[in-house]
Each structure stands twice: as C-alpha cells, then as structure tokens.
C-alpha cells in the first residue's frame, strides 16, 4: 500500500500508456480490462490518500470516480442502451465534480469573470461539436445536449474556482486542465462515433481521458482540508 502511495500516479500512467497501445495494436480483450481498471485505479490511490473518506464533501469525488467506472464499463460495450446509460454514470461524475467545485467556492455573477470566459468558449466549443453531428444524432440528439450542458457547467464551476485565492493554485494547476481535457475527449468521442468513426481517433480520445481523470484526482488532494 506505501507503494501505492508513493508511486500510484506513476504506474497509473504506465496503465494508461499500456491501454492506448493495446488499442494501437487492435488488441481487443487486452483492451477492454487495462480500459475498465484505471478508474478503479485511481480510486484506490484517492481513497489511500485520503485514508478513508470522512468528511462529506469528500465524498463526492469519491461518487464521482465511481459513476466513471460504472461509464467505462458500459461503454465498452455496443449498442444503444449501453451508451445510454454509460452517458448517465458519467453525468453523475459530472454532477458531483460540479457540486463539488461549487462546494469550494460559490458562483457569483459579477465577480466570477473567469467562469464568464469559460461559458464564452464552451459555448462556441459546444455549438461547433453538436452542429457537426446533429444531423447523425437522431435519437441521441437531446441526451447529448443534456450531457454537454452538465460537463460544460462542471467546466465553468472549475473555471471559477480560479477566482478564489484559496483555491487558485489547484484550479490553475489541476482542475481547469482536467476539465479541459475531459471535455476535449467527450468531443472527440462525439464526433468520432457519429460522424468519422476513425478507430485511431480512440487512442486520443482515451490519453485525454485518462490524463483529465488524473488531473482531477490530483486536484483533489491540493483542496484536501
């Protein structure tokens, strides 16, 4: 367990670089179990860090990881249903990281400029990706919406944590990226199953994924009290 804690982001990266060659190299079934234990993975190191979770506010993080599991695994997958209800476990991760950052540091209409910068560029961001696909949505059109509107608030709740001179440090430094980075690779993966369907796009997709899971975890140890 020491082991873990002193060099658990290491071997998670290794992990991650491992996966994103088992998908270069087609590797199906090695694909599918290096895929379904990072999140699990990084759960262990948090709860490690933590060494058990007790306050409630910490808690959501927690919930969050594991509603990212609970997508993994029904993403892995195929058909509808199961992308279905993978999008709902990531929503929950995407309500409870929102909540989470909200925790740490009210929204304010007037003093909250960098969160108004941030739903700027998500919007053009957001409207750019929905435009390119919405004709290869049919039925997913108004999940998609729905999960685009709660990882872009998730991302400005992050983006107003800047504001904040006790949390400026982890927002800069770990939140912002991590939201950047999941809403890079959620984008990817819109447009990549709906519209270009390019396997070598999923190698992408994943390290962005992977790498915003880790950025938040750390995060989560910079605003630990």
Same mark, same amino acid.
């Given at each position: 367990?020491?082991?873990?804690?002193?060099?658990?982001?290491?071997?998670?990266?290794?992990?991650?670089?491992?996966?994103?060659?088992?998908? =270069?190299?087609?590797?199906?079934?090695?694909?599918?179990? %290096? *895929?379904?234990?990072? /999140?699990?993975? #990084? &759960? !262990?190191?948090?709860?490690?860090?933590?060494?058990?979770?007790?306050?409630?506010?910490?808690?959501?993080?927690?919930?969050?990881?594991?509603?990212?599991?609970?997508?993994?695994?029904?993403?892995?997958?195929?058909?509808?249903?199961?992308?279905?209800?993978?999008?709902?476990?990531?929503?929950?991760?995407?309500?409870?990281?929102?909540?989470?950052? =909200?925790?740490?540091?009210?929204?304010?209409?007037?003093? %909250? *400029?960098?969160?108004? /910068?941030?739903? #700027? &560029? !998500?919007?053009?961001?957001?409207?750019?990706?929905?435009?390119?696909?919405?004709?290869?949505?049919?039925?997913?059109?108004?999940?998609?919406?729905?999960?685009?509107?709660?990882?872009?608030?998730?991302?400005?709740?992050?983006?107003?944590?800047?504001?904040?001179?006790?949390?400026?440090?982890?927002?800069?430094?770990?939140?912002?990226?991590?939201?950047?980075?999941?809403?890079?690779?959620?984008?990817?993966?819109?447009?990549?199953?709906?519209?270009?369907?390019?396997?070598?796009?999923?190698?992408?997709?994943?390290?962005?994924?992977?790498?915003?899971?880790?950025?938040?975890?750390?995060?989560?140890?910079?605003?630990?009290?």
């Amino acid at each position: 367990m020491n082991l873990l804690k002193k060099y658990g982001i290491f071997i998670y990266l290794i992990v991650l670089i491992t996966h994103c060659a088992f998908i =270069y190299f087609d590797l199906e079934w090695l694909r599918f179990y %290096s *895929k379904i234990v990072l /999140v699990p993975f #990084l &759960l !262990l190191i948090y709860y490690l860090k933590y060494e058990g979770i007790k306050n409630k506010l910490y808690i959501l993080p927690f919930i969050a990881l594991v509603g990212s599991f609970m997508g993994d695994l029904l993403l892995a997958f195929e058909g509808s249903q199961f992308f279905l209800w993978g999008m709902l476990g990531f929503m929950v991760t995407h309500i409870c990281n929102g909540y989470y950052f =909200y925790s740490l540091h009210k929204l304010s209409i007037k003093q %909250s *400029k960098t969160a108004w /910068v941030a739903l #700027l &560029l !998500l919007s053009i961001i957001c409207s750019i990706v929905v435009y390119s696909i919405k004709d290869n949505l049919g039925a997913f059109l108004i999940p998609i919406i729905i999960y685009i509107a709660l990882i872009s608030i998730m991302a400005i709740l992050a983006s107003n944590l800047a504001d904040s001179k006790l949390y400026k440090y982890a927002a800069v430094h770990y939140f912002i990226p991590g939201a950047i980075l999941f809403v890079l690779s959620d984008g990817l993966l819109a447009i990549n199953k709906f519209k270009l369907q390019d396997p070598s796009l999923d190698i992408f997709v994943m390290l962005t994924y992977g790498l915003a899971q880790l950025y938040l975890v750390m995060g989560y140890y910079k605003t630990k009290p």
